[in-house]
């Protein structure tokens, strides 16, 4: 499966963004998805995933409660609205596929990635 993440930008601490990772290939119905991110100087980190069937969602303590992740098996795409931002949310955001579970997401390095999108929250 081929991933492309997109809708990064420049957000004011507090602002919302949807990114979206669109992927080819007819089984990616069968593929739990994820987001991670990498900020300047550290290193990457999870944020989210979703179960193949969009059922099960888990997130990392930093996001819970602002962001969702969400699954459209007949467009092929996966999302993470990112609500009440804050500057510490500022890093290159991927989104990464795998046939694994989503709950080991976190754990396990996704066999499949797309290219980042930036993500810029201002103070």
């Known amino acids: 499966v081929q991933l492309q993440a997109s809708g990064g930008g420049l957000v004011q601490a507090g602002g919302s963004l949807r990114l979206s990772c669109a992927a080819s290939?007819?089984?990616?119905?069968?593929?739990?998805m994820g987001w991670f991110r990498q900020a300047p100087g550290k290193e990457r980190e999870f944020v989210a995933s979703?179960?193949?069937?969009?059922?099960?969602?888990y997130y990392s303590d930093s996001v819970k409660d602002r962001f969702t992740i969400s699954k459209d098996n007949a467009k092929n795409a996966a999302y993470l609205r990112m609500n009440s931002l804050k500057p510490e949310d500022t890093a290159v955001y991927y989104c990464?596929?795998?046939?694994?579970?989503?709950?080991?997401?976190?754990?396990?390095?996704?066999?499949?990635w797309g290219q980042g999108t930036l993500v810029t929250v201002s103070s």
């Open positions: 990464a596929a795998d046939i694994n579970s989503a709950q080991t997401m976190d754990v396990l390095i996704p066999p499949y």
């Open positions: 979703i179960s193949f069937s969009g059922t099960y969602t």
């Open positions: 290939g007819r089984t990616f119905s069968s593929y739990a």
